[in-house]
């Protein structure tokens, strides 16, 4: 049983993050999210705040398996990704599926991958800011509520396939209009 599980984005950085934190960590990847809204439909509630409705990526469900497994073996679980919006919320999505306790949890960010940069990380811990989580989602229900509405008017017009769904294609459509 290890004492602490150390959650990154990517397998690359597992191999040498777990090279510098010694025996004590198991450092396991997430490939990045591990869920999201579904590809088919809307899969926002409009009609209750804008509430997403999530799920845990198809080819995610075995890696979130392993990963509950080995959290519920660790004292500590580290949430590692990366310190922008996209790398808080799926710290979140990992706090959220895997259902780690808050006492349990960790969250640490570091901006290079040497030894000090780790150490110093495990050394001052924060918790998940929600404000950055709340960033994230905004912009993936905004992607979500225009490009479903949207990308079938472009297919129409234009060739089929082609998504509406980017929040920058909303603010550049509202400002040409300002």
């Known amino acids: 049983m290890s004492k602490n599980l150390v959650i990154v984005e990517s397998p690359a950085k597992a191999k040498t993050i777990a090279s510098y934190l010694g025996k004590d960590f198991v450092v396991k990847s997430s490939f990045g999210h591990v869920r999201d809204l579904p590809k088919k439909g809307m899969s926002v509630d409009i009609?209750?705040?804008?509430?997403?409705?999530?799920?845990?990526?198809?080819?995610?469900?075995?890696?979130?398996?392993?990963?509950?497994?080995?959290?519920?073996?660790?004292?500590?679980?580290?949430?590692?990704?990366?310190?922008?919006?996209?790398?808080?919320?799926?710290?979140?999505?990992?706090?959220?599926v895997l259902g780690l306790?808050?006492?349990?949890?960790?969250?640490?960010?570091?901006?290079?991958?040497?030894?000090p940069a780790i150490e110093n990380a495990v050394k001052t811990p924060r918790k998940l800011d929600i404000k950055l989580v709340d960033a994230q989602q905004a912009?993936?229900?905004?992607?979500?509520?225009?490009?479903?509405e949207l990308s079938p008017v472009l297919w129409k017009k234009s060739e089929t396939g082609l998504s509406a769904g980017r929040v920058q294609s909303v603010a550049v459509k509202v400002n040409s209009r300002a």
Do not use: C, M
Not at 107 to 114: A, G, K, L, Q
Not at 139 to 148: A, E, F, N, S, T
């Open 47 to 96: 009609e209750h705040n804008f509430a997403p409705l999530y799920e845990v990526s198809p080819d995610k469900t075995k890696l979130v398996r392993e990963l509950k497994a080995a959290a519920k073996k660790a004292e500590v679980v580290w949430l590692a990704t990366d310190e922008d919006r996209e790398g808080e919320a799926i710290a979140w999505h990992l706090s959220e």
């Open 101 to 115: 306790k808050a006492d349990q949890t960790r969250r640490i960010v570091f901006h290079e991958i040497t030894k």
């Open 139 to 148: 912009r993936r229900i905004l992607d979500r509520i225009v490009g479903y």
